[in-house]
């Protein structure tokens, strides 16, 4: 229903070409030549956290160049947080304005729940994209849901992510395998150990890996979105992360404000460990002499969470067509062993292993994961599943109100 | 009654387009502060958001924390700003290269002075190495924190770095245009420079630091980025909550954050009116 | 005023050094490719941050270019708004003064975070959201009561004798503005413009709102840069935006100078 609302002010060619796909789930070969014909020589104006180099790099230097190549198309990349993004979106909303600049961004978790639920996003989308069809298992947890909340084709995914946890073996000789073991090594370590603060990214992450350590995912699951019944819940960990707070650094009165300072801090040894939530960070950074080599990621034994991140498309995006194609164009095995790379990014793909030819397969065996890594497979068995999407928001402020006062 | 037309002639372009983007951009925040936001189906107006944001547990340390950070930041900077003047017109180099460095500050935006005060004072910063190669500290966690601090430290230092040149220029002018022969026949009456700058030289300067004073507060109490990127987590400067509460995913957090702004906006409409009864005194004493 | 103790220039040169040591440790970082901690020097020096704010990925041109039209833009258009608002407030008395004195002094106190949301939202429905032309709407607000405040002390050091003597020999009003008026506020106008261009160029939150991330100046690349804690990197832009700062005041200088010595010829003349 909104959805048809949504596209009935975009252009004719729009029009049409989601009429048609609203209608039949599976598009031919022809229409997605109309795609390609509709955005050879556009602009697509890309949204999405602008704070990781690397990331930046590997959409500036390989991604669009190969989209100018084959596609005609101009990738525009704009760094812009995705609160930001949301919140713009809503005010365009408000006003009734149908040619938004933005065309792709780049979302996922609570953020999509809410771009969800306020209608700002165009779909669904994602069996259009050829590549989609063939490469990804659409029936997937981690692509079906996100964050426990169905995507139902309005976001596509873009690679998938894991927290690891990495630290200067010369300084901190045990990796720590639980969240008892964190007390420990803070305790011997005082003031060199630390973490983001939510609603970052990573430090959001973090302290959700911490509560499924002590009190698991299964018990908060079937629990309502309800900041009380959370914080009863969540209380063992609260009182677990406020016990580790005398022996973080700062002693806890403050806290990195981003992932990116944690990165800064491990570099110039402030810190003797860190966390991130792109699993083969700590190689790449060696291989830049910016981490010492004795770095080593590790991830618990009870594991720690993990999760997909998509691309999707506002309701307003301009270039829709356009935005289609750059997705597609992510989905392809060259693109996503590209950033599988830990020298590029060190982002895990999101395709079917299965469904690779051998050629393609190979892409991703070349790859190497390089020094300092959690094996890949041993970090899989390890996942911990996300939790609900709108717990996300009332856990960041359950800790707020509790840890860091 | 035709120069009060000519007049208001001359000043609508001016009038028209702060008067519209202004008021006109003041306006939704004031609307949605109340609740009326109909894009998320908020059509009912309410007081209950200011309600919770006033009993909410952060928005007293944060008011609080603003208006500390305002006040320390810019009554150091006159205090230190006169100084400097003082200096530059006792050393005679207030026209001359020295004068003009000492200007530079005024020209950095706070994002750049912020990137300067990390690079001097955070825990592995120049003042830390310092320290270190002196022997004072062993290590960054023996180093006192100055940045990202509960008491703001990190945000004062950009504030003071910013507004120290900025008053030293004001007062400078002042000291330039004053009649020196007042303050010379003071000590020639047997008065001491102390005592010639207390009672003949201050009273002229106070209506400019009074002015340059709400004049940096203002600023300092309303401005995003210096805490936004070296305050502490907790508490937040006013500013920075009200800008996280907009960024929520939840847009039906909008109001909340708008509460914020609402409050921002009547102290800084406080201190406008203060700023101009110290002018209209600087006006009456030049 | 001239004091014969060495303790006054020692005072001016240790302040002088707390203000300026910060820049130079700038400098240093952006030739730094390693600092590690404790040493008090870099490690190890490169030219990378710059040589790669000089290749074509770094955007440096159309920043440059965005970010310097932007600020001349709202420069000329505050000028020419303040010029006669100035000279209202400088010269003339009228009923209601003292209220439009504090509207148009209260942007310089009340932040941008107050209008900037609302303004979206405005300029959202007047189709000017995430455009030049809204951008450099939205910088007038801060910008237009520096001009005014400036021009205002312009105009009444000045007093309206000039113009009115030139009113008296058979000038125009237009004539006596061109030909009396403008040559004697030209400084004061090109030292504003100096100030209002800075103003304009340092403005994040504003350009971050109206611009939606198509509008990229100078503020907005270093602020990401150094909130991630890109130090090198936001080291060479910071150097870049001194710079750009600097260079426009020192034009702006010479034009205020210029327009002096015009400003004696006119009246030897």
């Given amino acids: 229903m909104t959805f048809r609302s949504t596209i009935r002010t975009k252009c004719c060619m729009l029009l049409i070409f989601a009429l048609f796909f609203a209608a039949a789930p599976r598009l031919f070969a022809s229409d997605w030549g109309a795609v390609l014909d509709a955005s050879r020589g556009t602009i697509v104006n890309f949204y999405g956290w602008g704070g990781d180099p690397n990331v930046n790099a590997w959409l500036d230097t390989f991604v669009a160049p190969r989209l100018k190549e084959r596609y005609g198309i101009v990738l525009n990349r704009v760094g812009m947080g995705i609160g930001e993004v949301l919140n713009k979106l809503l005010s365009e909303k408000a006003a009734e304005k149908t040619d938004g600049v933005i065309d792709v961004v780049w979302i996922n978790g609570e953020n999509f729940f809410a771009a969800r639920r306020n209608d700002l996003l165009f779909g669904p989308f994602t069996q259009a994209l050829p590549n989609f069809r063939e490469f990804v298992d659409a029936a997937a947890g981690d692509v079906a849901f996100d964050f426990g909340f169905p995507t139902e084709g309005y976001e596509s995914p873009y690679g998938k992510a894991q927290l690891v946890f990495f630290r200067d073996t010369e300084r901190l000789k045990e990796a720590p395998g639980g969240h008892e073991e964190l007390l420990e090594a803070a305790k011997k370590h005082p003031g060199t150990i630390t973490y983001p603060a939510p609603p970052d990214f990573t430090g959001s992450a973090f302290v959700r890996t911490v509560v499924c350590d002590i009190v698991g995912r299964e018990a908060l699951v079937s629990l309502p979105a309800d900041k009380e019944a959370l914080r009863k819940a969540v209380a063992p960990a609260m009182e677990f992360l406020v016990a580790l707070k005398p022996y973080l650094w700062m002693r806890g009165e403050s806290y990195p404000a981003s992932s990116s300072q944690i990165k800064n801090m491990f570099a110039d040894g402030e810190i003797v460990l860190g966390m991130s939530y792109t699993p083969f960070l700590a190689p790449g950074r060696i291989a830049a002499g910016e981490f010492p080599e004795s770095t080593e990621s590790f991830v618990f034994e009870k594991g720690t969470v993990g999760n997909t991140h998509f691309l999707a498309i506002p309701f307003n995006a301009s270039n829709a067509s356009g935005a289609m194609v750059v997705i597609n164009e992510i989905l392809t095995p060259e693109a996503q062993a590209s950033k599988y790379d830990p020298a590029v990014w060190g982002d895990l793909p999101v395709l079917e292993y299965a469904r690779l030819s051998s050629e393609e397969r190979a892409l991703f065996e070349s790859v190497d994961t390089g020094k300092g890594t959690v094996p890949l497979d041993f970090m899989l068995r390890r996942r911990v599943p996300e939790l609900p999407a709108n717990f996300i928001p009332i856990l960041d402020e359950i800790w707020r109100e509790t840890v860091l006062k | ?286 | 005023m001239k004091t014969r103790s060495p303790f006054a220039p020692l005072l001016l040169f240790a302040f002088l050094t707390l203000l300026l040591l910060p820049v130079l440790v700038l400098l240093i970082w952006s030739v730094a490719r390693s600092w590690p901690w404790p040493s008090l020097l870099p490690a190890a020096y490169s030219a990378a941050e710059w040589k790669s704010l000089f290749s074509a990925s770094s955007r440096l041109v159309p920043v440059l270019l965005q970010s310097v039209l932007l600020a001349g833009g709202v420069t000329l258009l505050s000028l020419a708004a303040s010029v006669p608002a100035a000279k209202a407030l400088g010269l003339l008395s009228f009923p209601g003064k003292s209220v439009v004195e504090m509207l148009v002094l209260a942007p310089v106190i009340v932040p941008p975070l107050s209008y900037a949301p609302g303004m979206h939202l405005l300029f959202l429905r007047l189709g000017i959201a995430d455009s030049f032309a809204g951008v450099l709407l939205a910088h007038l607000v801060p910008c237009l009561p520096y001009g005014i405040r400036i021009l205002t002390n312009v105009f009444r050091a000045l007093g309206d004798r000039l113009e009115m003597q030139a009113r008296v020999l058979g000038a125009s009003p237009a004539q006596a503005f061109l030909h009396v008026t403008l040559p004697l506020i030209a400084p004061g106008m090109a030292s504003a413009g100096g100030l209002l261009f800075i103003v304009s160029l340092s403005q994040y939150l504003l350009t971050f709102f109206l611009g939606g991330g198509r509008i990229v100046t100078l503020s907005m690349v270093l602020l990401p840069l150094v909130k991630d804690g890109e130090r090198a990197a936001a080291a060479v832009w910071s150097t870049l935006f001194i710079a750009v700062s600097l260079l426009f005041c020192l034009l702006m200088e010479r034009a205020a100078k210029r327009c002096a010595s015009s400003r004696d010829t006119f009246f030897l003349s």
């Fill in chain 2, 1 to 286: 009654m035709k120069s009060a037309l000519r007049a208001y002639l001359l000043l609508t372009p001016a009038l028209l387009v702060l008067g519209a983007l202004f008021l006109g951009g003041f306006a939704p925040s004031l609307l949605q502060s109340f609740g009326y936001f109909p894009a998320v189906g908020m059509t009912e107006p309410t007081l209950s958001f200011y309600r919770e944001v006033f009993g909410g547990r952060e928005f007293l340390p944060s008011l609080l924390f603003s208006l500390r950070i305002a006040f320390l930041s810019s009554a150091g900077a006159v205090v230190f700003g006169t100084l400097l003047a003082l200096l530059l017109l006792r050393t005679g180099r207030g026209e001359k290269i020295e004068g003009a460095l000492a200007a530079i500050p005024v020209i950095v935006p706070h994002t750049v002075a912020v990137l300067l005060v990390l690079n001097l004072l955070a825990r592995t910063g120049l003042l830390a190495r310092l320290l270190f190669a002196s022997g004072f500290i062993s290590s960054p966690d023996g180093m006192p924190s100055l940045v990202f601090d509960r008491g703001g430290l990190g945000v004062i230092a950009v504030y003071l770095w910013k507004g120290i040149p900025f008053a030293a220029v004001v007062v400078y002018v002042v000291l330039r245009n004053m009649n020196t022969r007042l303050w010379e026949s003071a000590t020639v009456l047997g008065a001491s420079r102390f005592q010639a700058f207390r009672y003949v030289v201050l009273p002229l300067l106070l209506p400019s630091l009074s002015s340059t004073f709400v004049l940096l507060f203002g600023f300092s109490f309303g401005a995003f980025e210096a805490p936004f990127l070296i305050g502490p987590t907790f508490p937040r400067a006013l500013p920075v909550a009200a800008y996280s509460a907009y960024i929520h995913p939840d847009p039906t957090f909008r109001p909340y954050s708008m509460v914020m702004v609402v409050v921002i906006t009547f102290i800084a409409m406080l201190l406008v009116y203060l700023y101009s009864f110290f002018l209209a005194g600087e006006e009456r004493a030049s």
